[in-house]
DNA sequence: ATAAGCTTCTCAAAATATGGGACCAGCGTC
DNA sequence: GACGCTGGTCCCATATTTTGAGAAGCTTAT
């Protein structure tokens, strides 16, 4: 309804609905009324109650004061234990918490779902004007470093489905806009070891990142470095990038994609 | 169907069995196969499955490479989404986090929700056993510090409220049963400035809370400092209590709860 | 006071989800 | 290597569930 047709041959409408309905109050900064949130998404009001009402049982939207809605902090718990699985991020913590120091500018850690990344987790320095980028956000690959780390150390296939699924919108003049230009970006980011975001979705910011290597050399992450142009400049990427290749190393130890010492047992096969 | 009656006049069926079924995925620690979800909450497969289709394409579930399910990531976003409005979250953790530095034991943040107070968030001290909460768990007021913290200090009724709505479970042999307990266990932690849960919620670990009081000088919520009852020990409460306060007294001023200075605009009325 | 706007509730109509069951695929066993 | 299982996908007539019109209650602004 919102965001493009339910396609999928599998539909229940009720969830569809009662998901619009998250996504709008998630949208909206700013609590909404019953009556909007009807109009906003062409439910009748009687309808719009009803599933307010059995999402506020499930304390999946809650009323403020004024009797407006809201998320509600249901689904703060399941987010948790959504990236509880992956603890990924819980280990690689640490490690951010270094990097940040060390090049004092703003951490990311992403996965790749489908065409996009999600930020997993933000490490901002002591004292830097807030990034914008919220946590569980996401972002297209092709225009972020994070993404085109993955990206290019993904094997031949996977990488091809992944690019097959961008839409290459465009953020700025830079943003890489087809998928030829992508596939030479790649190239050049194997080559040396880490991929850049020069001002490709927002003007301004570049970013760079290094792809996280599981136990099968597969990516299943990257951690970049974000800043200001100006601060985050061409010389210092090889510097930077340095940090973060230690910053993976180190995580990939905590992890136990790659064991420290010597006699170690064999890798595994998923 | 799973925990409880469907209670509540309005009802959506599909939302409370989708609800259930992310539950089920939630509670889960190992991805679940069709067939599992389906029997466990007793959906016909072709329901459960029609469900499970559902949920994926709205990323509210994914499948692992083996074919099973498992909470998806939209979760986390919407979950993200969901605490930025209270952006409490954020602006306390650096406070926090000197608050840990002080203290070397872990620390929480959590606010109130009915007769529950939930963990918005924790903040660990560099080498610690882990602690077992999770961020986004929550646990009864009558038997935690920060639960105790925020009781004590909210208006007479409204704690009424609260304690007429509290099941008084018992965990250990010190878990406070009835809510004349509570009563007089409140008028010390008014008196005293600071709750104490001592091995009421598990035995070993005690813990020390401070509300956070709003700018109407309601308490919003609570940091607490918890750790094994040996090394928190009884005499150094008063110093630990003193390193909350700072800390709250930190955020206040940052959530703009309290000015630094004098000459500032008036309160706001919710 | 009065009206406008928003929310809550009821109920008959009908569109929606349901689940029985067929079909398919993979896996472990014999 | 074949067989039988268990587990997953798909289709469709049925009836259960959701729907939404509208009436009634509130709250707030005029």
Redesign the interface.
Known sequence: MRDAA???T???????R??AV?DLL?ES?T?LGLAQVASSLQLHKSTAH??L???E????V?RT?TGKF????R???????????YDLRDRAQPHLRRLVAETEETAHLC?L?AARV?Y?DKIEPARSVRMIT?????NPVHCTSVGKAILAFLPEERAAEVVRRIRFERFTHRTIATAEALRTEMEKTRRRGYAVDDEELEEGLRCIAVPLLDAQRQPVAAVSISGPSFRVTAQKLPAIANHLLQCVRGISVDMGYISTGRGNRATWS?
């Open positions: 339910p396609q999928g599998y539909k229940v409408q009720a969830l569809d009662a998901f998250l998630g900064d609590p009803r599933f009402m059995v999402l049982r499930h304390r999946m809650e004061s809201r998320l509600g902090l689904l703060f718990d399941f987010g948790n234990r959504a990236i509880e699985q996965i779902e999600i997993i919220r946590i569980g956000a996401s998923a």
